[in-house]
């Protein structure tokens, strides 16, 4: 069982664990290469992770213990950051971060809307961009369901991140989400196969 919530703060006990939900959601049939970040006991801090996306999620609200981190080339290049918190003499899955880049450029930011309790949360930005994003009405749906803000069975809570941005000449996806449990609370997905689905919706719509 593999449900996020470990009873375990040893980087060498943590890191395979969330190898294997990483795994698991590619549905790679070998080990994927990963860096644990912090398992030394010392203290997280932005510059350690995704910068544009800790910022924001962070500020003294999730005791990080460590995270993971994979740099995964396969469907296509993704980083992904995986936030260990604190939780008694253990841990359990927090933030997830990722990013990706595109070839495709954009003149100005867009950001997904906060989630709303009737409709689908929309880009706002840049309006060129926001258009193009926003007329794809797959991608708003999956894009706002990907972009937890409340896993419960962690209970864990965080402000929406999801932002596409110019960068060099082409744009970089920057997102965070939160674990998501299946098979009634026993298992966890990161949803990294779905982060990268997006991803190619949003270059094909740009």
């Given at each position: ?65 460590m ?24 841990a ?22 906060d989630?709303?309790?009737l ?27 990907f ?23 082409a744009?970089t ?15 966890v997905?990161?949803?990294?196969q ?7 919706l ?5």
């Amino acid at each position: 069982m593999n449900n996020g919530a470990y009873s375990s703060q040893d980087a060498a006990v943590l890191g395979p664990k969330i190898e294997e939900v990483v795994r698991a959601d590619l549905g790679a049939s070998t080990p994927v290469p990963f860096e644990v970040i912090g398992g030394d006991g010392k203290t997280m801090n932005a510059g350690t992770m995704l910068a544009d996306t800790a910022k924001y999620i962070f500020g003294g609200k999730e005791a990080v213990l460590m995270t993971v981190a994979f740099d995964i080339e396969q469907p296509r290049p993704i980083s992904l950051q995986v936030c260990l918190n604190r939780q008694g003499v253990g841990a359990h899955i927090g933030s997830v971060l990722y990013k990706a880049k595109i070839a495709k450029p954009i003149t100005g930011e867009v950001t997904l809307e906060d989630p709303k309790m009737l409709g689908t949360s929309k880009f706002v930005g840049d309006s060129t961009a926001a258009a193009k994003l926003n007329a794809n009405k797959d991608l708003l749906k999956r894009a706002g369901k990907f972009a937890r803000t409340e896993s419960p069975n962690l209970k864990v809570k965080a402000p929406r991140f999801f932002q596409v941005k110019p960068e060099d000449g082409a744009a970089t996806i920057t997102a965070a989400s939160l674990a998501r449990s299946y098979a009634m609370g026993l298992k966890v997905s990161l949803d990294v196969q779905e982060f990268i689905e997006i991803v190619g919706l949003i270059e094909a719509s740009l």
